[in-house]
């Protein structure tokens, strides 16, 4: 059988720590099944190239039947100016692969409960939501730049802008996970100020009449952020522009007790995809053998399901992450004072084991 591509983006910080526990799982729960062509991108590559990514790189990507990232930036590059930062690299495979659709799953995992920074009786209710967010469009790559007014005064600028077509396409996939989920959908904006958010409310309604089975409401996103912390059992599929789902999407992620758990997909119109846990490069853990390796290694269970239709390896792997929280096992961040604190190789071994 001829193996599946996948470009490998180690990257910066503790990047190369949980790409190493991911493709260990990989490699566990479908041997021979993957081939590995490492990428050197992000900080590392500045040092190297003198810029983010290389076009050879970037055509690897393109070549790929997937990507799988651990995360890239970092203090050392933050200085540089905005089209030589390490996270333009991201930004810029999002794009070129047209990675639109940015699913982000935040549920509790009830023996995480204690790890939550939410009320006990909140927590107690549980929650599992799908955060979708647009990944290739509105401020992120709208037209920014800076110029001077009349009195030399600086002024700097963003654009939000989305067309019709973008908001049509991000909805369209919510409503399809929707379908597979608990039939809900609530999408967010900011109709109450922005132009971009009423063509972006006016065209999920539009798409909406193609999925009647499925429950639409809107929320601000002011309101979003709240209920998220108020009751974040009532959700189940979130829709929303690319700037609110990074925001909305740290703060769900922190709910289920820490951002070290939580993976990401980000998918096109085909099979290809880019899977990345949604914490950052965490400089100050690098090289420390602290960081929570579960997010990568869920996020492997996330590309085996959507990029390689492989259901059944996926939901291994997600049991075996449930089975080593449920025996008590803790990286440093989810860890409270009952459990020993363990290591990312340490807990890597531990869901090996469990496989
Ligand atoms: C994320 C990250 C990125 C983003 C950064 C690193 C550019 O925060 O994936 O959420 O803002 O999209
Ligand atoms: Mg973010």
Redesign the pocket.
């Known amino acids: 059988m001829s193996k599946y591509r996948l470009a490998v983006i180690e990257g910066d910080g503790i990047g190369p720590e949980i790409i190493r526990s991911a493709i260990a799982v990989l490699d566990k729960v479908a041997p021979h099944c993957f081939s590995y062509e490492k990428l050197v991108v992000g900080g590392v590559c500045l040092d190297l190239h003198g810029v983010p990514i290389t076009d050879e790189a970037m055509q690897a990507c393109k070549d790929s039947d997937s990507v799988l990232l651990g995360a ?2 970092g203090p050392k590059w933050d200085n540089l100016p905005g089209h030589l930062r390490a ?1 333009r690299a ?2 810029g495979i999002r794009k070129e692969l047209e990675l639109f659709a940015n699913m982000r799953p935040a549920k509790l995992f009830s023996v995480l409960k204690k790890a939550s920074p939410l009320r006990q009786d909140i927590a107690d209710r549980g929650f599992d939501m799908l955060i979708m967010r647009e990944l290739t469009g509105g401020i ?1 790559y709208g037209e920014r730049g800076r110029k001077s007014d009349a009195r030399g005064n600086t002024i700097a600028f963003d654009t939000e802008s989305y067309n019709q077509t973008e908001v049509d396409r991000i909805a369209r996939v919510a409503f399809e996970m929707a379908r597979k989920r608990r039939k809900q959908v609530c999408s967010v904006d900011k109709a109450n100020v922005l132009e971009s958010s009423r063509l972006w409310r006016e065209r999920v309604h539009v798409v909406a009449e193609e999925f009647p089975d499925i429950e639409l409401s809107d929320m601000l996103v002011d309101n979003a952020a709240m209920q998220l912390v108020r009751d974040p059992s009532q959700f189940d599929v979130l829709v929303m522009a ?1 700037m609110f789902g ?1 925001i909305l ?2 703060e769900a992620s922190q709910l289920t007790g820490s951002i070290g758990m939580l993976p ?1 997909a980000s998918l096109g119109e085909d099979k290809r995809g880019m899977y ?1 846990p ?1 914490h ?1 490069s965490a400089p100050d853990l690098a090289g420390k053998n602290l960081a929570n390796p579960l997010a990568t290694i869920l996020s492997v269970a996330m590309m085996l399901k959507y990029s390689f239709n492989m259901p059944e390896e996926a939901w291994r792997i997600e049991q075996a992450v449930e089975k080593t929280l449920l025996k008590g096992h803790r990286t440093k961040d989810i860890h409270d004072n009952d459990t020993p604190v363990l290591g990312t190789r340490e807990m890597t071994d531990k869901v090996l084991q469990e496989l």
Do not use: K, P
Request: charged residues 30%.
């Open positions: 890239v930036g996270e991201l930004l992120y690319n990074d999407s740290d990401s990345e949604i950052g």
